[in-house]
């Protein structure tokens, strides 16, 4: 009987605990309902903590030609123009509201020497936006927010795993899950529930994610129902460390290109300026000197190529590599300490801008970057496809569940800029957390079904069983996890073609049967190897989306390349790719139309050409 399971009532459940988790927590509560939070890690560990280089958002502090029309502008061009044209214009013109009262709620950013918040230059943004704290944005981002969250009164369930998500018809009711420590299943009822789980990185080799980012907010409002779009479009940062091998894919924030960082090849060659996009040809320098004039602060100066989008100065790196002209290890060189030609005490400099990059190439590659350069290759960062979304209301395809942050899709199209995400996370987040908490005040109690419950419990347990009956002979999740990750890495990575995917959706085939049969040994007590069992069914389930996804869509565009349709296509330009679960179980393909937009924002794009 479900009864014999912990029963937790909310009105407004939130799932995950990073900035869009936080967020909409703290607007659910300000309107005065019930707000419960579950996550998976200690609170203040979300992967959200690790961003580094900032949040973006047009407060014109450092250049007064910003405003909320040129930061639309520069998302959309980033984005190739297949983004949610409304979620990209409320993101901009609400950013600069969410970051002031962070800083109204005690959030320390660094400052200009007139005491403004200081902002810096990023990827794809015309002026200086990003504000930050060092690089070290998103630490402080989580601790305002928490402290917020804590005095509002929020219930917190850490180290809980929600495994499916409760209906009651079409309407989500609430989730099931257990808490990691004990192994104990529980029932979280809710009158509405905001998925906040963040990103997939986990489902790659390399990846600068952190463990718990193994899609499972997708996959969970995916089997609820609900339709995931562009999944097609994972980001792969231009800059991870690719050496020592046990730091493989950790991030090396762009922050380190904003403040004057130079990519260069085996023969010392500036290769970025080998290869500008026509697009971006008139806002990008065509010499040094330019390039680092606009690092240093020259408002007349235009962006470095090292500054272009992450998709291209990403594939820029692989045609180095590939082409014989790598470092040592597999990728390129990255320099910050050329800088010391430019200014004096570059290297006091240098550790006070960039004081986690230093701290972490000395520490893990035994690598001064104050004297010498960094070797970094692409690493599996961001994912901007997900879960579909009302844009105003952030309410999927199934009523009662609502999404916010790198969960959902829309915003950044089909490239995401630098720093767009932690401002993502708090206009989203926000809105997420107000509308979940009108729409619990307008539906009454929510019903769960103890048949839903059982079989959930049933099939979570499952891999306990077969550890059993088959005396340790069955295979474990390790495995199977490891074959997927080099599936998504080798066959639908950075550069992907028609038959590499379809292999790849036969091989993921294969891993869903060998997930099926996984035995885990042991207790239920902090058994990770039974943790690994239950988040393959949400890897699994996001890498078909891509693959699926990534087949759909012929053309290139954004983070995603395809080497046998190289070019854009105008009309795979005016659609987004939506996956549902058929019927019958199967996942479905479709394309939908993009909505057409409104003659105003169609004005603001031409004029910031
Ligand atoms: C190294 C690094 C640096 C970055 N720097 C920047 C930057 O400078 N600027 C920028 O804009 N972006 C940056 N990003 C991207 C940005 O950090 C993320 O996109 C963003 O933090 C995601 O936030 P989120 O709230 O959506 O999810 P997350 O912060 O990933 O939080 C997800 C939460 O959901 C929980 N969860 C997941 N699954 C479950 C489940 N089944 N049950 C219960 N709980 C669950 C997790 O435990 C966690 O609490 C960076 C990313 C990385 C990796």
Aim: aromatic share 8%; charged share 25%.
């Amino acid at each position: 009987m479900a009864t014999n399971y912990e029963t937790l009532e909310y009105d407004v459940l939130i799932i995950g605990a990073g900035g869009a988790g936080l967020r909409a927590a703290i607007e659910a509560s300000a309107a005065r309902v019930k707000v419960g939070m579950v996550c998976k890690s200690l609170l203040g560990k979300a992967h959200t903590v690790m961003a580094e280089g900032g949040m973006a958002a047009a407060l014109a502090d450092v250049d007064d030609r910003d405003g909320w029309k040129v930061h639309f502008s520069d998302t959309m061009r980033g984005g190739q123009y297949v983004n949610n044209w409304r979620m990209a214009e409320l993101h901009a013109k609400e950013a600069p509201d969410r970051v002031r009262e962070l800083e109204a709620w005690g959030a320390v950013f660094d400052r200009t020497p007139d005491g403004k918040i200081l902002q810096r230059n990023f990827g794809g943004h015309r002026y200086p936006r990003l504000a930050h704290v060092g690089d070290r944005t998103g630490l402080e981002l989580i601790r305002t927010l928490q402290d917020q969250g804590i005095h509002l009164g929020i219930e917190v369930n850490m180290e809980h795993t929600i495994v499916t998500l409760l209906k009651d018809g079409d309407r989500v009711t609430g989730a099931f899950g257990y808490d990691r420590e004990r192994g104990r299943f529980k029932i979280f009822r809710a009158k509405a529930v905001v998925l906040a789980t963040g990103g997939i990185g986990r489902s790659y080799k390399i990846s600068s994610n952190s463990w718990d980012c193994t899609g499972d907010g997708q996959s969970l409002a995916y089997h609820a129902g609900a339709e995931l779009v562009d999944m097609e479009f994972v980001q792969f940062h231009p800059t991870g460390m690719i050496w020592p091998p046990s730091v493989t894919g950790m991030l090396v924030t762009e922050g380190v290109r904003g403040e004057g960082g130079v990519l260069r090849n085996k023969d010392g060659r500036r290769f970025m300026f080998d290869d500008i996009p026509e697009n971006y040809k008139a806002q990008t320098a065509d010499n040094e000197e330019e390039g680092w004039l606009y690092c240093a602060g020259d408002r007349n100066a235009r962006r470095p190529p090292e500054l272009l989008t992450r998709d291209h100065v990403a594939r820029c790196i692989r045609r180095e590599v590939q082409a014989g002209r790598g470092s040592p290890h597999g990728g390129v060189f990255l320099d910050i300490s050329w800088i010391k030609e430019k200014i004096p005490n570059a290297a006091e400099h240098i550790k006070r801008k960039l004081p986690s990059m230093y701290h972490q190439f000395l520490a893990l590659a035994n690598v001064d970057i104050t004297r010498e350069p960094m070797e970094v290759g692409p690493t599996t960062h961001y994912i901007m496809g997900g879960v579909r979304v009302n844009s105003d209301t952030q309410m999927s395809t199934v009523p009662g569940l609502f999404a916010a942050g790198e969960v959902t899709a829309g915003l950044h199209g089909a490239n995401r800029l630098g720093g767009n995400s932690l401002s993502d996370l708090v206009v989203f987040g926000k809105r997420a957390g107000e509308y979940a908490a009108k729409f619990a005040r307008e539906h009454g109690a929510a019903r769960v079904n103890d048949d839903q419950v059982e079989e959930a419990a049933r099939r979570a347990l499952e891999p306990f069983s077969r550890g059993a009956s088959t005396g340790g002979n069955a295979e474990g999740p390790y495995q199977v996890q490891y074959d997927l990750q080099e599936t998504m890495q080798n066959l639908v990575g950075i550069v992907r073609r028609e038959e590499e995917m379809v292999r790849a959706l036969d091989g993921i085939a294969k891993l869903n049967e060998r997930a099926g049969r996984v035995a885990v040994y042991g207790h239920r007590e902090f058994n990770p190897g039974w943790h690994t069992a239950l988040d393959l069914k949400h890897m699994l389930t996001v890498s078909e989306a891509i693959a699926r996804s990534a087949l759909e869509r012929k053309e290139s565009r954004g983070g995603h390349f395809r080497d046998d349709f190289p070019g854009k296509d105008a009309a795979c330009g005016r659609m987004n790719v939506v996956v549902w679960k058929g019927a019958g179980g199967a996942m479905q393909v479709r394309r939908q139309p993009i909505p057409e937009m409104p003659a105003e924002l169609k004005q603001i794009i031409e004029e910031m050409k």
